[in-house]
């Protein structure tokens, strides 16, 4: 597993759901590297849009009901299986 599986796996445990704000509402450090990021819903689907502070690498994932994470890390794209909390990542009803 590279990198940024386990950076994603680290954002799925660390996401709670809240209202979107101007700056992302949420960030984390992992082996070094600060990430933020907000979570919002498209088309019944929880997607994770953000980036790394310090390079501003940006990041968009999307997580669907099946448990598969999908996107793009910058200009790569990325697939994989969410880790099994990832569940709790759905944003809150209105």
């Known amino acids: 597993m590279n990198k940024f599986a386990f950076t994603a796996a680290a954002l799925a445990f660390a ?3 809240a209202p979107a704000v ?3 509402a949420y ?3 992992r082996n070094g590297i600060r990430y933020a990021y907000d979570l919002v819903e498209e088309n ?3 997607v994770i849009v953000g980036s790394e502070i310090e390079s ?3 990041f968009r994932l999307r ?3 099946q448990g598969k994470v999908q996107g793009r890390y910058g200009n790569e794209f ?3 299986a969410a880790p099994e909390a990832a569940g709790s990542l759905k944003l809150a009803s209105k």
């Open 27 to 29: 960030s984390f450090e």
């Open 56 to 58: 501003g690498k940006a």
């Open 78 to 80: 990325v697939s994989f």
């Open 44 to 46: 019944g689907a929880t």
């Open 63 to 65: 997580l669907n009901d």
């Open 22 to 24: 101007a700056a992302p």
């Open 15 to 17: 996401a709670v759901a």
